[in-house]
Structures are given as C-alpha cells and as structure tokens.
C-alpha cells in the first residue's frame, strides 16, 4: 500500500502526458526524450500528516486475493494436507518441519515456528489438528507482520527510487508496473534506463515509456550513473514526483558489477542530498532460498530500503518470506504473483498468511 504526506495547501495538479522515449547516442549527454510538459507539482508546501491512499474496490480485492491463493496453492498444498484428519502428535510436527523446510522457510524460521508452535499448544491445550493450524496461522502472521510496510509518498520531490536485481528477477516489468500504480496515485514519473548493459532492456523501458506517457531517460551506451545523475535532474527541473533508477541484472559474485551499483547510489546522492530514498531489491519469488543469499548480498553492498517479491504465481517455495523475516528482514513492498499491472500488490502479511493455509 502507498501512503501519502497529505500537504497543507493547494492540490497536486493533474499530470501531463510526456511524449516518446527516444535513446541518445552515448557521446551526448543522457537527455529526456523530448521537452515535455510532465509536470507541475506546486512549490514547498507543508507536509502536515499521512494518509493512507484508497484502497483496492471490492471486486478487485476478491480478485487479487484468489489470484495469491492460486499463486500459491503449490506451498499451500504442502503445508495443509498435513493437517487432514491428523493427530497432534510427533509426527504432525516431523511432517509441519518437512513441509516448511520444503518451501523454502529455511531452517531458523522452520525451527523457530516448531518451539513456538510445540508451546502454544502446550500453554492453550490445543487438541484438534484445525486448533494447531490456527495456531500457526497466528504465528506465521506474527512473524511476517514487520515485513509489511506502506511506501510513503511525497516526502520528497523527486522522491529517488533505485532498483537492482538479478538478470530476470522481473525489474524491468516491476518498474513498469509501479509507475502506472503511481500514476493512478496522481503522482508523475520518470524513468531512468540504467541497464545499459542490455539494449533491450532499454528498449523495453522506452516502449513501455511511450505506451504510458511517462518520459524515460535513456543513453544508447555508457554510464549507469551519469544516467541516473541526468534522471535525478531532470526530475528536478520538471518538478516530478517520482524517478524509478532501472539497473542492469548482476549477480552478487560479480563484484566488479556490485561496485558499479554502489557507484549509482553514490552519484544520485551527489544529484540529490539523501537520495536514493528507496533502494529497492527485485527478487524471484520461485528462487526460494538463493533469493535469500540475494538480500543479504544485496543489503549488505547497498542497504535496502525494500523488497519486491515477484513470481510467486505457482511457486512452491511461499515459504522464502518466512526466512527472510527470521533472517534479514527487509519490508516486503509489493509482491507479485503473475504479468499484469494488477498482479503487483502491496504485501499484507494476513492476506498471504491466509493464501499460503487455504
Ligand atoms: N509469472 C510471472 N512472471 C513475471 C512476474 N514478474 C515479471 N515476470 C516476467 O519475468 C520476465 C523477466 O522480467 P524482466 O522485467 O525483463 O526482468 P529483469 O529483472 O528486468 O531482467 P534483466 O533486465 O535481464 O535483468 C518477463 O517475462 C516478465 O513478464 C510475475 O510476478 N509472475
């Protein structure tokens, strides 16, 4: 979910539709695809409170909630035939350690919810197998409430976003995804075309860009960061809302390609003070354990701010977010459970908890 600062004066203005995208050569500097009139946001006002944007309507909330479950029916599956007609007994428990174990739960969080789980049906006297599965339930919902985090908008202008991943985690899209979300939080976008490791990743970002009348700065080669640097000013000058910093896939061994990723952050900082706000981390939802060994790479080079999960649509492996809470808990943003614009979702541990125990 997105918050908003609510601002003391005046209405944010309607946004203006920005022409194509178009690449520039390298030898140029990075420019916007044309002199567009993206945006005019009114000056320095008051941040006074937050509020919560409006949420999904009924349909489209029934909507997404089916789809999860769907997405999730394959850790579903797993982790509640356990429970058919069982009896509290070890061998619930060694089947409960399999299963978790199973999606990707990882050890900590596995071993973590057996004690809990062991206890509470100690101290509350639980004997039916349905009395034990709410008992997980509830645990589960404890132990993944701190991942779920609103991203607040309109703290700053341009509020910097950075989003790095692995090749094909899903960021190209994502940020594809999240600028129309943002736009039907009437906030502007710009989108900076960082992967100009791989042509058509740019070109997807123009594409998408012009499809969607959000201006997209791009370089036909050349520097990630002087990319970024040119997004940030830009944003600036136009009184954008929001800038989303695409980057090219790497994997953490590759240092050489996280010292550049560093470099990004430290450049945008040098365009903006205190930017990046958000440093987000792509991650494939069906990589289970490895998306962990991703995070903690990830969090430790560049220090995230958020996760987006994406892939969970017909994963076994639901379980990675009980081992990232346990582990290395970054707020889970958003998650994503197939290709469309409403398949990206802010993450609600209590709607995902409920998903993964239907
Ligand atoms: N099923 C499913 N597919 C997704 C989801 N999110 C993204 N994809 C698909 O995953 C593929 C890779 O997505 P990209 O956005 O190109 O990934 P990327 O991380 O930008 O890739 P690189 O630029 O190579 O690093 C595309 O085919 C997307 O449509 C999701 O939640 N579910």
Redo the contacts with the bound molecule.
Sequence with gaps: MFSFFKKKSKETPAIAPAPEAVATPATEEPTPVAEAPVVATPEAEIIEEIVTAAPLRAEQKRSWLQKLKAGLSKTSTNLTTLFVGAKIDDDLYDELESALLVSDAGVEATQFLLDALKKKVKSEKLTEAQQVKDALRALLIEMLAPLQKPMVLGRHQPLVMMIA??????????IGKLAKHLQTHHQSVLLAAG?TF?AA?RE?LAIWGARNDVTVIAQESGDPAAVAFDAVQSAKARNVNVVMV?T??RLPTQLHLMEELKKIKRVIGKGMEGAPHELLL?IDGNTGQNALAQVKAFDDALQLTGLIV?????TAKGGILAAIAKTRPVPVYFI????QIE??QPFNAEEFVDALLS
Excluded: I, P, S, Y
């Excluded at 991943?165 to 994502?174: I, R």
């Excluded at 994503?336 to 290709?339: A, Q, R, T």
């Design positions: 991943g692995v090749n094909g985690a899903g960021k190209t899209t994502t992967d791989r990743a997807q695409d090219a896939g792509v994406t892939k969970l649509d017909g994503g459970v197939g290709e398949d990206l």
